[in-house]
């Protein structure tokens, strides 16, 4: 109701932006506890590269909102997400990498699962302090909305498209040409079996079926050039004798379409007289001098040439036509935008076709020295046979391939987020941060994190949240412009509050578990027990309260 | 709290109840006690938000005030709402939006406002609009009020005491009919005889001349009767002819009253000036529409008001009022902080002095390009000048009041000045001023910016309307520059001074 009441003379857009002084808190927030919880649970490094990276996101969503200076921002974007996908793979990649190295081999088997487990709560620390720098970052401009997200899904798709293609088709060439199994002289066997059967006739028989094919493709394309080219337009009112060229035109067209019925009528006829109908009961049936045209047209190869140079030429100029109705229709810009996602795939293979060298010998330098020397070794080893099988450029390639997908799988969870209703527009950013940071916090918690620090986390979390989404609705109600501070301090001061209470209830909740646990057996027992119960049934009594 | 009140609760903790979800499980899945007991950190944020409530809270009492009675129309005029809880228990998150009449743009702080409040406090909130002609109705504060978890909020719309009403007009007396004579003496000299000072002729004497006025001393010499005739002086007509044509329709800056609403006030305030002076004064309009006048413009389109008779000055005036509105729908707000920036960018670009001047000029080159000689003939074809000089009387004396941001003043100064009247300009300034913006707005301005004259666009077009007063100036005409930040009184005296 009251955001609605936005007077006619505020209409700046930055005015209705969150209000400064929670948003303030909310930042610190997420900055503080996220280093905290990085330092503490040993991910600094992974966690400051991860940021980065998502910093790179938070950017690249930012220049998806522009309304103006549309291509190079789009073009920015999608450049950023190369760093972002980069950054965030090569953080978590690395405090995997770390956590395996320390962790495997491990002393005896029974340990695996403890260390699995270990691992996976490193992890999960790693990813939510991610998350919630992105939702802080995304925060500042409120820039993380389903709009951008799913304009971002699109663009990263598209940025992904040429290095993951080229990927394809160079790790297809390293196959071909290495692999000792023919593979390469299979296939032009079979490219020179089917041109020869295409283009080839053996003279003095009938070929209705190769015939056929090559006379329903070049209809095909004529039909189609002649519909796509502007004909009618050209055509104007112009004649020639007394014949007007649009209606002879038309003409052509119809009896285009015909023969393309016919054609796709006598393919299958074809092909069933051709191979399954004995000689002497199909062609050989018609009479003498029928045969004998039927022999002359379908081998003649002068014909087949003429066929097979009208499906190029039509179906070029069809193609040609079409794109640039396609783009005509659109404005400049627009195509440009549409565009500059590709542009920047493009730029990726580019880089990494002149940069492949350096950057794969230090990869390998890097992963070696981090892993204990029996793994490095291995490593080595491995690396080797790949690239030199491969080819640096397209395992570089395939790097970049990898990541590119990984940055769409992310971009797609996001938009996931968004499109379940996990995460609102209106406090995404918040809600991001705070989810974050809870996430981290809690699996702290699973690694042996001090118990204060993640009750200190789980409080900043839900202060982080409850800043941000305070800000949002202060901002869209009262604005920024006015004196909101008093408010804001006060509310973040309940909260705070708040969370001290909880912290206290839980350190004496813990503790009263612990020392029960010490005093003696049954004691211990009966205590645990009847704090359990304390629990459940407070428990109980506040979830009723809430759902009321 | 009591009318119009809206209670709902905001389910904001759900968040916090699925993070005791997770602690929990993951305390189950990891046997971790700790976590389990972690869980109690939002479990105490979701107790928090459904525990507290609203009941004890009682509705804030709002007063509003304006630091000016009866602002001049481009004045700034600071609102002052002043919030205070009358109940038992704290307000911790009281938002209060007041209703600004959509037509008032709000140039410095906002209308808006957080406040927390103990029991007897009370908090101001202070916004400044600019004032425009005619009277405006501010609408009840909105008011919503939250828990300090704000998962409980009331939106209700409180009544203000105080000012309701921002009035920016002063009515135009109607005309004094029944004081009005013929005739009235003043200090205006006229050529013809009668009662006065100045000696003007003789004649012989009349049945009924006054004894006093013979000439005895020729009578003693001659015996024949003569009578003496002095100068007679009396007020002559005034027509006040207020421009209010489109090219006049511009702002200075987004959200400030356009040339014609000033040319409407300022004409308004001279018409009773004079008419308290005891001078017969007709008003006249140019630009209106048949839009403007109920029942549609006479045959000459000129809407007059005589002092005689004829229609009202107040429908002059309130017709006047009415076409310089007609352009200000397509105006687009400015926000406060930007408003010079914006009307530089804007899509109101076109409704300020840059862009108007420009486009007015081309049709109007040619009178201020030729030669004098020609200029009287050109003017008379213009309708609207011919119409004009059709209806005014052969004693009356012209008070244009005029932006003048074209050459059509001009070309009236000169057929005016042909047939032998007296014109005075009185200018309302809305280009901000080439000369005097700088010294005379940005002070006033809190926010710098806005103030008007910042664009070179404006400067140019300040600049080509200070040229053009002084060639009114040296077609004999008075004029009186009036900068819209200085009180009309001022203005108002000086040319009253060349009139009177």
């Known amino acids: ?548 | 709290m009591s009318r119009d009140r809206l209670r709902e609760r905001v389910p904001r903790f759900r968040g916090s109840l699925a993070g005791t979800l997770l602690l929990t499980t993951l305390g189950l899945l990891y046997a971790d006690a700790r976590l389990f007991a972690a869980a109690v950190v939002p479990l105490s944020y979701v107790a928090f938000g459904a525990l507290s409530s609203l009941s004890g809270a009682a509705e804030p009492e709002i007063e509003r005030t304006f630091d000016a009675a009866s602002p001049p129309p481009g004045s700034e005029v600071e609102v002052t709402l002043t919030v205070r809880n009358a109940g038992e228990s704290a307000l911790t998150d009281v938002r209060v939006v007041d209703g600004v009449p959509d037509e008032l743009s709000v140039v410095s702080g906002s209308p808006r406002a957080a406040l927390a409040l103990r029991p007897d406090e009370e908090a101001t909130v202070s916004y400044s609009v600019v004032a425009k002609r005619g009277e405006y109705d501010f609408d009840d504060p909105a008011v919503r009020v939250r828990t300090a978890s704000a998962t409980d909020r009331a939106t209700l719309a409180v009544e203000a005491s105080g000012e309701t009403t921002l009035d920016c007009a002063r009515s135009v007396s109607d005309p004094p009919f029944g004081e009005a004579s013929p005739r009235r003496v003043g200090t205006h000299t006229t050529d013809s005889g009668g009662e006065g000072v100045e000696f003007h002729s003789t004649r012989e004497y009349r049945p009924g001349d006054p004894i006093s006025r013979i000439d005895w001393r020729r009578f003693g010499k001659t015996g024949d009767l003569t009578t003496v005739e002095f100068r007679e002086e009396r007020a002559a007509r005034t027509v006040v002819v207020v421009d209010a044509r489109p090219v006049t329709r511009t702002t200075p800056s987004a959200g400030y009253p356009n040339g014609a609403e000033l040319c409407a006030y300022a004409g308004e305030q001279l018409y009773d000036a004079l008419t308290a002076a005891n001078v017969a004064t007709s008003v006249t309009a140019l630009g209106l529409g048949d839009e403007d006048v109920p029942g549609g413009l006479p045959a000459d389109d000129l809407l007059w008001a005589a002092s005689d008779g004829g229609s009202s000055a107040r429908l002059v005036f309130e017709a006047i009022g009415s076409a310089a509105d007609r352009d200000s729908s397509e105006e687009v707000p400015g926000d406060g902080t930007g408003a010079g920036a914006k009307s530089d960018s804007g899509p109101d670009a076109g409704q300020s002095p840059d862009s108007a001047s420009p486009s007015s000029e081309t049709p109007t080159e040619h009178p201020a390009a030729t030669d004098g000689g020609e200029q009287t003939d050109n003017g008379t074809e213009d309708p609207t000048v011919r119409a004009l000089l059709a209806r005014l009387p052969a004693d009356a004396q012209v008070v244009l009041v005029s932006p003048v941001l074209d050459d059509w003043p001009l070309s009236l100064a000169r057929s005016v000045s042909a047939r032998g009247h007296d014109l005075a300009v009185l200018s309302p300034d809305v280009t901000g001023g080439a000369s005097s913006a700088g010294e005379s707005s940005a002070g006033e301005s809190p926010t710098g910016d806005s103030s008007p004259g910042a664009s070179p666009g404006r400067a140019i077009a300040g600049t080509r309307r200070e040229i053009r007063l002084w060639d009114l100036r040296t077609t004999g005409a008075d004029t009186v520059d009036w900068s819209v930040s200085d009180p009309l009184g001022i203005a108002l005296e000086r040319s009253l001074q060349t009139l009177l």
């Open chain 1, 1 to 548: 109701m009251m955001d609605e009441i936005h007077d006619a003379a505020d209409l700046s857009e930055t005015n209705w932006a969150p209000t400064r002084a929670s948003s303030a808190l909310a930042l610190l927030g997420t900055a503080g506890g996220v280093g905290a919880l990085a330092l503490v649970v040993g991910v600094p490094k992974g966690t400051a590269v991860a940021a980065a990276g998502a910093i790179c996101l938070a950017l690249s969503l930012w220049l998806l909102t522009f309304e103006t200076w549309r291509v190079p921002a789009t073009l920015g974007a999608s450049l950023l997400l190369v760093p972002a996908g980069a950054g965030i793979t090569a953080g978590v990649g690395y405090e995997s990498l770390v956590a395996f190295a320390v962790s495997f081999p491990a002393g005896s088997p029974t340990r695996v699962v403890g260390q699995i487990l270990r691992i996976a709560g490193v992890m999960a620390v790693l990813w939510g302090c991610t998350i919630a720098v992105f939702g802080a970052a995304a925060s500042a401009r409120g820039v993380a909305t389903s709009r951008s997200v799913s304009k971002c899904l699109g663009l990263v798709t598209r940025v992904a498209l040429l290095p993951t293609n080229f990927f394809i088709a160079l790790a297809g060439y390293g196959l071909v040409t290495n692999l000792e199994l023919g593979a390469g002289g299979a296939l032009a066997e079979f490219v020179s079996a089917a041109t020869d059967w295409l283009f080839a006739p053996t003279p003095g028989e009938v070929h209705l079926l190769q015939f056929g094919v090559l006379a329903g493709a070049a209809t095909y394309a004529s039909y189609r050039a002649l519909l796509d080219l502007p004909t009618e337009a050209l055509a104007g009112e112009a004649t020639v004798g007394d014949v007007k060229v649009a209606d002879a035109l038309a003409a052509l067209r119809r009896s285009l379409a015909g023969l393309l019925a016919l054609a796709a009528f006598g393919i299958p006829v074809a092909f069933v007289v051709e191979f399954l109908l004995p000689a002497e009961k199909g062609l050989a049936l018609l009479p003498e001098a029928g045969h004998d045209l039927l022999v002359v047209v379908t081998s003649s190869a002068g014909l087949r040439d003429l066929l097979w140079w009208v499906t190029l030429v039509a179906g070029a100029a069809a193609a040609v036509a079409t794109l640039v109705r396609r783009s005509s229709r659109a404005s400049t810009r627009e195509v440009l935008v549409g565009y500059a996602p590709f542009v920047a795939g493009g730029a990726v293979v580019a880089g990494v076709h002149v940069a492949h060298g350096p950057i794969l010998r230090g990869l390998i330098g890097f992963v070696e020295s981090r892993l204990e020397p029996p793994l490095a070794g291995r490593f080595a080893d491995l690396a080797d046979g790949v690239v030199s099988f491969y080819g640096s450029e397209t395992v570089v390639l395939g790097l970049m391939a990898g990541v590119l997908t990984l940055a769409v799988g992310g971009v797609f969870a996001l938009w996931l987020a968004f499109a379940a209703g996990f995460v609102s527009d209106r406090v995404a950013g918040p809600s991001l941060a705070g989810g974050g940071l809870f996430l981290a916090a809690a699996f702290a918690g699973t690694v042996d994190a001090p118990f204060w620090l993640v009750l200190s986390g789980l409080v900043v979390a839900l202060m982080v949240w409850d800043a941000g989404e305070f800000a949002a609705t202060l901002g869209s109600e009262v604005g920024r412009r006015a004196a909101t501070r008093r408010v804001e301090l006060l509310h973040g001061l309940g909260a705070l509050s708040v969370g001290a209470v909880g912290v206290l209830a839980a350190g004496a909740l813990s503790q009263a578990v612990f020392s029960g646990g010490s005093s003696g057996v049954s004691g211990g027992e009966l205590g645990n027990l009847s704090v359990a119960l304390l629990g459940a049934v407070a428990g109980v009594v506040l979830l009723v309260m809430a759902l009321r």
